[in-house]
């Protein structure tokens, strides 16, 4: 079974909600997640992690509002703007996913935070691929073709 354009738009508008919504109000927790708070590291001194809380609600924000983006869309059909919406996303967790996997190598952050992080983010790229190229099922058909099944 094909994913359908409407399943892809609602699941990464999801995941973008619950990790948006988490980094800016709960920034501590997705430290945690990261193993880079304070508790993963016990003996690096002042909270390690507490440097990234400022760059973690800059990333919540961006994040939310693109997941309300992407369901605001969505209720209007408007496939030119769900489009370009999957375009930037693409371009966007595909860079998340390259900077997962660089920050493993580099041992910049755990081998598993790092392949968990590039899971997620290589799952949201194939996401937004599903929407920049229209996926199938409803969503995904063109006006002309609804029209035409009509006649």
Do not use: C
Request: no cysteine.
């Amino acid at each position: 079974m094909a994913l359908s354009r409407d399943h892809a738009r609602i699941g990464l508008a999801t995941i973008r909600l619950v990790n948006g919504a988490l980094a800016l109000l709960a920034p501590e927790v997705m430290l945690r997640r990261l193993e880079a708070g304070q508790e993963a590291n016990p003996g690096a001194g002042p909270d390690p992690g507490r440097v990234a809380v400022y760059p973690l609600r800059m990333f919540g924000i961006r994040t939310v509002v693109l997941g309300i983006q992407l369901l605001a869309t969505g209720s209007v059909r408007q496939n030119g703007s769900l489009r370009r919406q999957g375009q930037v996303g693409v371009v966007i967790h595909a860079a998340d996913a390259l900077s997962a996997i660089t920050a493993g190598l580099r041992r910049q952050l755990p081998a598993r935070t790092a392949v968990v992080a590039a899971a997620i983010s290589v799952t949201n790229t194939a996401l937004a691929w599903s929407l920049a190229t229209g996926g199938t099922g409803p969503a995904a058909a063109r006006p002309a073709q609804a029209m035409n099944r009509g006649r």
